[in-house]
Structure formats: structure tokens, C-alpha cells
């Protein structure tokens, strides 16, 4: 497709689905798939960025993964605090802002302020954003915006989708343009339901850790595409 013609999505969301299956494909431990799909993130993150989309929202742990072995769990765990404390040099690098989304009662103390600390370093970059949801689930954060609209004294009238927007997790971040899911399911298991509403969907064969540049190119392409209609 001609450069030209290309129209490019605001923000585009990922579940990261496939890490396991494809350790196992490879006959590698499962934490092998886990490791391999977070480099494939910020490969992709990179790619997100130089191609003009703002911001990148990736599906890193819901909710329900708790319910995962008490092994692979902390495992994960692990992970996603060696990517906070480690990474904040590759994010300044490429002009990177990282958020984190998600409910932050169940972390360890240790998780939570290496997230805050990665926050506040990153906050001034304006090449790209990237929201790591972690412990997220897309009910419970409409569930905690209704919360919070009681708890701010608003009548029943006034409860109204722009208040609810405005009391999503970071509500700055825009609704979603293009959610994108590997490994060849078609569902969206409870990810960004409120900003997904009119979002682009689209299904990819492959496990997130095959993911490359390459398929950040295709699915602008795709996207490119679509006629959005948002109802009309």
C-alpha cells in the first residue's frame, strides 16, 4: 500500500496472547514464552512509535491471572519488575512515555514504586505512550469509574458516559482504534471494554512472541482499510 494512503491509528491495543503455547511448541519451559514475548514488546513498541501511533496499550496480566500457578505467577511478577526498574533507559531512548494501568492492591510494594518511579522518569516524552496493563480487567475498571462517581456525590442523572470516561484509569488515554489479539483466538476476554467500544478488530495466527516491525506495518495496512462508522 502506498505510504500516502495510509491512515494511521491513534492508539492501538494488543493482547499479548500465545507466550505459553509457544514455549511449548519449542518444547521450552513456559517462562521462556514469557520472556521472549516481552522482548517481542518493545520491538513492537518501537515499531508502534516511529510508524506515528501515539499510544500502544499491551494486555500484560489480567485479573483472572491470578488464578495461573503460584509459580508462574510470581514468575510474571519478576518480570514485570525487572522491566520497570531496567527498561526506563530503552523508553527514554526512543521518546517513550510508560503508564501502567490496572488496580495496584494486589502487587508487592516493591512493584508498585518501581512503577511510579518509571512513570515519573518517562513522564515528559512525547514520541509515543505505552500502557502496560497489569492486573487489569476491563469490568472492573467500569465497576471502579461508577465507584468513584458515587463516591464524588453525582445524582443518577449525572452519571452520563462522559463521567464514566472520566473516571477510567487514565483517562487521558484515548479510546482504541485497532485491537489486535495473536495466536488466533477471537475474542477479547474483558480488555479495555469501554474503550474498545467502536474499536477495529483484528485476529492474528501467530503467538505474540513471533511478533515483529513487520506485523506493526501489516496491521496499519489493514487499518488503513476499514471504513469506521462508529454507528452511523
Known amino acids: 500500500m502506498d505510504d500516502q494512503a495510509l491512515r494511521i491509528p491513534t492508539h492501538i491495543a494488543f493482547i499479548l496472547d500465545g507466550n505459553r503455547r ?15 514475548g516481552y522482548d517481542a ?8 512509535t516511529k510508524a506515528g501511533a ?26 514485570f519488575l525487572f522491566m520497570t526498574m531496567k527498561d526506563v533507559g530503552f523508553a527514554l531512548k526512543h521518546g517513550i ?18 512503577i511510579e518511579n518509571a512513570e515519573k522518569a518517562t513522564a515528559d516524552q512525547t514520541a509515543g505512550t505505552l500502557a502496560i496493563c497489569i492486573d487489569y480487567g476491563g469490568q472492573q475498571e467500569i465497576a471502579d469509574a461508577a ?33 489486535v489479539r495473536t495466536s488466533g483466538e477471537q475474542r477479547i476476554s474483558n480488555f479495555m471494554l469501554w474503550r474498545a467500544a467502536y474499536a477495529e478488530l483484528m485476529f492474528i495466527d501467530k503467538y505474540w ?19 469506521r ?4
Open 41 to 48: 514488546v518493545k520491538e513492537v513498541a518501537v515499531a508502534c
Open 147 to 179: 465507584r468513584k462517581c458515587v463516591e464524588d456525590g453525582l445524582e443518577p442523572d449525572e452519571v452520563t458516559p462522559d463521567a464514566i470516561a472520566a473516571r477510567l484509569y487514565d483517562p487521558d488515554i484515548p479510546p482504541i482504534d485497532m485491537l
Open 209 to 227: 512472541p513471533e511478533m515483529t516491525k513487520s506485523d506493526v506495518t501489516a496491521i496499519i495496512e489493514e487499518y488503513s482499510r476499514r471504513s
Open 54 to 79: 501515539k499510544y500502544m496499550s499491551v494486555y500484560a496480566f489480567s485479573t483472572e491471572n491470578w488464578k495461573r500457578s503460584g509459580e508462574e505467577v510470581n514468575y510474571l511478577m519478576d518480570l
Open 22 to 36: 509457544w514455549a511449548k511448541a519449542k518444547g521450552l519451559p513456559v517462562f521462556k514464552g514469557h520472556r521472549k
Open 97 to 114: 512515555r510508560l503508564r501502567f494501568m490496572g488496580r495496584r492492591d494486589h502487587i508487592s510494594q516493591k512493584l508498585k514504586k518501581a
Open 229 to 232: 462508522r462508529f454507528g452511523g
